[in-house]
């Protein structure tokens, strides 16, 4: 049963929201256009800003999705949420209905911590719209929020012991700043787009 209810959270997260919006709304594969990926940044983009945030809140919330099938099963089960919802995020980056061409993480590790940490996604979603607000960079708003993450989830083990919460956050933390690696080489170049412009 642990199996099975970790197969479902990755076939969740392999939902390719991106995909679909562009296929069914506008007959385009998103994957040919702008960055080439299926995540919501790209999404906004090359589909518009209506198909941008439909994208946007099916990738959050299938990672919260996830995140709460374990609680389906309880007492009976014991699979930790956090756990379901690393493999829905793996799943989001390497879909299998998808041909493992994915996401960059963030939507739907937002959504995981969100069925977890209701507060700590309001935080780190602070953060995140506050350094766009400041920057216009996208990526440099994920990957920051990504540094913050990692650094409560420190503290947070310190003085809780709750190493579950620091593996899967210092994962998910990790997932989105190496799958921002590229856009990190353009930002030390001076290369990365900003909101509103076109794809360099």
């Known amino acids: 049963m642990p199996a099975f209810i970790l197969i479902i959270a990755y076939l969740l997260g392999s939902i390719p929201s991106g995909l679909i919006a562009g296929k069914v709304f506008f007959g385009i594969d998103i994957r ?14 090359v589909l518009g800003k209506k198909a941008g945030a439909f994208v946007t809140a099916a990738d959050i ?11 389906l099963f309880l007492p009976e089960v ?10 829905a995020v793996i799943g989001h980056m390497f879909p299998v209905f998808a041909n493992f061409r994915g996401g960059k993480a ?11 940490s209701p507060w700590f996604f309001l935080l780190l979603a602070a953060v995140f ?15 920051t929020a990504a540094v913050v993450a990692f650094t409560y989830a420190v503290i947070h083990t310190i003085y809780t012991s709750d190493y579950p919460f620091f593996a899967v956050v210092t994962a998910l ?5 190496y799958r ?12 990365e787009p900003k909101i509103g412009s076109a794809k360099k």
């Not at 014991?78 to 493999?87: M, N, P, T, Y």
């Not at 350094?131 to 990957?143: D, P, R």
């Not at 933390?173 to 700043?177: H, N, S």
Request: hydrophobic share 50%; aromatic share 8%; glycine share 8%.
């Open 32 to 45: 040919e256009h702008g960055s080439g990926n299926l995540g919501a940044t790209n999404s906004f983009r």
């Open 61 to 71: 919330l299938k990672g919260t999705a996830a995140a709460l099938i374990p609680l």
């Open 78 to 87: 014991h699979v930790h949420q956090l756990l379901a919802g690393l493999f």
């Open 106 to 116: 963030v939507a739907t590790s937002a959504g995981v911590l969100l069925a977890y």
């Open 129 to 143: 719209v506050s350094m766009i607000l400041l920057t216009k960079y996208v990526s440099l708003a994920s990957v």
């Open 173 to 177: 933390a990790f997932f989105v700043i």
């Open 180 to 191: 921002h690696r590229a856009n990190i080489t353009r930002l030390r170049n001076g290369t």
